[in-house]
């Protein structure tokens, strides 16, 4: 234990999509220990407790309404990288950003990035995050060989695949909830140029994009599509594929030049010249003045110019990280903020689930202004979302009227209703809206269970909490 007294400071903690959220006691730990003394200073005031990255969770997976928050965003040591292996080993608040940045100048790129390079790896161990190639690599949870778990009891554990296997397979993908990872390794692959070849292709409705995709999968390296959600009639689910594929070795001559970081990242200025924390406000506007119909127009006609001039050699960073290229690009949503409604629907049904959900959205008036589709694979853990189908991710402005709110909140749960009847599955760093009595259907009775049962033997006292996990009544 350490001797000096904990910094807890009140504030405002909120989701990324700032919707969700609250006033909360906030600690900044920088070591395990101080992790362990937070855990015994909460049990002893009978207080509950939430661990929080790089608050990159759209909802209320990291906040903790009138709790505690222990915010890991200083644990940030990357502590070891093998240039032979591309192994690294880290601490929670190590970024996607600062791990790219120090394995791509050895030829390596993580497996499985977010769309933005600000998620912590305890973030995305925890939340068991997927990338635009989940059909082919699986999720972030796959390409993690072990890592060291603080219990709520102050017991520190090792747990891999072969030791500790039940609680490995747990708390990847656990949200939190069985102990907080204090160390992790990620491995990372071998690239063989700072580049990636990159295809535009038209979508001109739903079943095109999936068919699309299900005919490329077995071929391509990352595959995602941004669909038009406005589009209705024959053009109901037009969008924008793009694939990528990594280079060979010895493909791209300039490839191993493009391995500086400096390189990678999204750059500062478009065109060069505009700073691009001065777009946001111009997307506030298009998104208050309900132009995002017009906007995705333009984006879509956009899209026949970018498929006649592909390929064309992207960097890793410009192609991953497009989240990245607007600072702040969430406050276009203010005061309301975000959510995001995210659903997985395996492929038998995924047109027709799908369409039912975009029809459904523009009947209703609320109209999403971002939808991006991917596909999936099933992947071994507890709490997965992965299956054998796709995802939609749909973004909504959410209105600061409280009837309008109310009215976004039923709608998305009708619209998880008609995907769980499908058998389809939900990702907790993006819901929002989900009632505890989904719980059970997105897993089954089975893992839910074997869930609450490690629960209960790792956090007997119920400890560690969230605003979701009590939604979701875990």
């Not at 008036?365 to 853990?381: A, N, Q, T």
């Not at 400890?463 to 996990?469: A, P």
């Amino acid at each position: 234990m350490t001797e000096n007294p904990l910094d807890w400071r009140d504030e405002d903690v909120r989701g990324f999509g700032m919707a969700v959220g609250g006033p909360a006691r906030v600690l900044r730990p920088t070591t395990a220990e101080q992790v362990a003394d937070a855990f015994a200073a909460v049990r002893r005031a009978g207080g509950n407790l939430a661990l929080r990255g790089a608050g990159c969770s759209y909802g209320d997976a990291a906040t903790n309404r009138d709790g505690y928050v222990l915010d890991l965003s200083r644990m940030n040591r990357l502590l070891e990288f093998d240039p032979a292996t591309g192994v690294a080993v880290v601490e929670p608040g190590v970024t996607v950003r600062d791990l790219w940045r120090r394995s791509i100048g050895h030829g390596f790129w993580p497996n499985v990035v977010s769309g933005t390079m600000a998620v912590s790896m305890g973030g995305a161990a925890a939340m068991n995050i997927h990338g635009k190639n989940a059909y082919r690599v699986g999720t972030f949870g796959e390409h993690v060989p072990w890592f060291e778990l603080l219990t709520a009891g102050g017991e520190l554990l090792r747990c891999s695949r072969e030791t500790q296997p039940e609680l490995f397979h747990a708390a990847l993908a656990g949200f939190g909830m069985l102990g907080c990872i204090t160390k992790l390794a990620v491995a990372t692959k071998r690239v063989h140029s700072g580049r990636l070849r990159v295809w535009g292709i038209v979508a001109r409705d739903l079943d095109h994009n999936l068919e699309l995709i299900e005919s490329l999968r077995g071929q391509a390296d990352y595959l995602v599509s941004w669909l038009d959600l406005h589009g209705s009639g024959v053009a109901l689910g037009r969008g924008l594929l793009h694939r990528a594929d990594q280079l060979a070795p010895g493909e791209d001559p300039e490839g191993p030049c493009r391995f500086e970081a400096g390189l990678q990242d999204v750059p500062p200025n478009l065109f060069g010249l505009v700073p691009k924390g001065w777009l946001w406000p111009g997307m506030w506007a298009a998104v208050h003045a309900q132009q995002v119909l017009l906007v995705n127009w333009l984006k879509f006609q956009a899209g026949y110019r970018e498929a006649k001039h592909s390929p064309y050699l992207q960097t890793h960073g410009a192609f991953h990280f497009l989240l990245d290229y607007v600072p702040r690009w969430q406050w276009m949503t203010k005061p309301g903020g975000l959510i995001q409604f995210q659903p997985f629907v395996p492929v038998g049904s995924t047109s027709r689930v799908l369409r039912t959900l975009i029809e459904r959205c523009q009947a209703t008036g609320f109209v999403p202004y971002l939808g991006v589709l991917k596909r999936h694979r099933p992947d071994p853990f507890l709490m997965t979302h992965g299956l054998d189908g796709f995802s939609l991710a749909m973004d909504f402005a959410v209105s600061r009227h409280p009837r309008r709110r109310a009215e976004l909140w039923r709608l998305c749960q009708e619209l998880a209703d008609v995907v769980l009847d499908a058998g389809g599955r939900f990702y907790y760093a993006k819901d929002a809206v989900l009632l505890a009595s989904s719980f059970q259907r997105v897993h089954g009775g089975a893992a839910v269970d074997r869930f609450r049962a490690l629960k209960a033997r790792w956090d007997p006292e119920r400890l560690l909490q969230t605003d979701l996990s009590r939604r979701l009544g875990v």
